[in-house]
């Protein structure tokens, strides 16, 4: 029914930037917000950053001032661009499409590796 196809994770050196990608597809439905969560090993999953569907965004404190929330509404896809990255950045980024209509629903993407290395 609904798909999210996430891409833009990788290897980077720490200073370094990244953009991810999450487009939702499938039949007719309305997004209510979109984000981006990540965990990293033995850690719990936080959020990163959200856009709700008035535009308005959250982002984590950890992450203010280096990461961006984005969105092509057109084209259903949420970006996160993230610099400046930090080791301690390194995560499964994961995506997440709450929709309310044609009904209530949370779908999370499969998840992309970021890791931040020298």
């Known amino acids: 029914q609904v798909q999210l196809a996430e891409s833009g994770g990788g290897l980077v050196q720490p200073g370094g930037s990244l953009r991810l990608s999450c487009a939702a597809s499938?039949?007719?439905?309305?997004?209510?917000?979109m984000g981006w969560y990540r965990q990293a090993p033995g850690e719990q999953r936080e959020l990163v950053a959200v856009?709700?569907?008035?535009?308005?965004?959250t982002l984590a404190d950890s992450v203010k001032g280096r990461f961006t929330i984005s969105r092509d509404s057109a084209k259903n896809t949420v970006y996160l661009q993230m610099s400046s990255l930090e080791s301690e950045d390194t995560a499964v980024y994961l995506c997440?499409?709450?929709?309310?209509?044609?009904?209530?629903?949370?779908?999370w993407g499969q998840g992309t590796q970021v890791t931040v290395s020298s």
């Open positions: 997440n499409l709450e929709i309310d209509w044609p009904r209530r629903g949370v779908y």
């Open positions: 499938g039949s007719i439905f309305r997004i209510n917000a």
């Open positions: 856009i709700n569907r008035d535009g308005s965004t």
